[in-house]
């Protein structure tokens, strides 16, 4: 995974969210498969295994922000802004921590990968 400095500058770079989040996509048919209960375990387990206080970093705190309005303003979803938002927060808390955590690489890969984790 990449530092905390260079997964920040991606994200403020003005471009990066906006490919993913501007095209047209049925983003409710892929929150739908993001509360399958495989899904929504895999991700508790690594909320759990990476932020077991649920406390949040300064930098967290503003990543979790800043792609929230982003994405809000992009696709006007707010449910979709929220998951994004928490995906996000949950990479930066991984690599601020320097832990490990197999589903949340996944998760930055497929965002990388410019494709909604579902």
Known sequence: MIG???FVTRI?????LRELFSSEQNWDA????RDSPC????????????QPDGAESSLAKEVRETVFKEVLQLTGHAELAGYASDDFSLIIATIERHQRNDF??????SYLSRQFPH
């Not at 892929?30 to 498969?33: G, I, K, P, R, V």
């Open 4 to 6: 905390a400095g260079e």
């Open 12 to 16: 403020n770079n003005g471009s990066f």
């Open 30 to 33: 892929m929150l739908d498969a």
């Open 39 to 50: 899904f929504d375990a895999a991700w508790c387990a690594a909320f759990a295994a990476v």
């Open 104 to 109: 949340v690489e996944m998760l930055w890969h």
